[in-house]
């Protein structure tokens, strides 16, 4: 391997390494294996290298890859909770009453549970969008469907979240708490 290749593969891990840990942190709930699948993305990444072609924007072609690595683990591993209790950990902190406090912890619980009940292409959605905060291009890219179909899944997702959560979901407070 000559130095400019291993230069280029070292600028590539530390341009997208936490990055893609962090979008399959969210996807596979534990870090053990978001690290295992992670360092597969990038040997993968590594062997397919010579092939890439520009056509897509490389953080793009680099997600794809995990995507579809994530969901081969999936696969194998039948995972029954995609999403770990410490999903909404990266929110800031809010100050106030312990009763507010108490109830905005369950409404986020809540919010995990409808998302895990979610069939599997709608939380890829939702993660995309809204964890990641990738566009409707970006996200239809990563998980080779049209933006059409990404608004429509974006949608169905929302509309599902918001009957599993029922009456008590008013003022749009899936689309606020989903960041969208």
């Known amino acids: 391997m000559s130095g400019s290749c291993e230069q280029r593969i070292r600028e590539i891990c530390e341009a997208y390494y936490q990055e893609i840990y962090y979008f399959l942190y969210h996807f596979v709930g534990n870090r053990s294996d978001a690290e295992d699948i992670t360092q597969e993305v990038f040997a993968r990444v590594l062997q397919a290298l010579p092939r890439y072609d520009g056509r897509v924007a490389l953080k793009t072609w680099i997600f794809s890859i995990a995507k579809h690595v994530a969901i081969d683990q999936y696969r194998r591993k039948r995972f029954q909770q995609i999403f770990v209790d410490s999903w909404f950990h990266g929110l800031p ?88």
Do not use: M, W
């Not at 406090?101 to 959605?125: G, M, S």
């Not at 929302?158 to 008590?168: N, S, Y």
């Open 93 to 180: 902190a809010k100050t106030g009453l312990p009763e507010k406090e108490f109830a905005e912890k369950e409404q986020e619980r809540e919010l995990r549970e409808a998302i895990l009940a979610l069939p599997a292409k709608y939380r890829l959605v939702i993660i995309i969008r809204s964890i990641k905060g990738c566009s409707i291009k970006e996200t239809a890219e990563i998980l080779g469907i049209s933006e059409a179909k990404v608004k429509v899944d974006f949608h169905r997702a929302i509309k599902l979240i918001q009957k599993k959560l029922g009456p008590e979901c008013h003022g749009g407070r899936v689309v606020n708490a989903l960041g969208k």
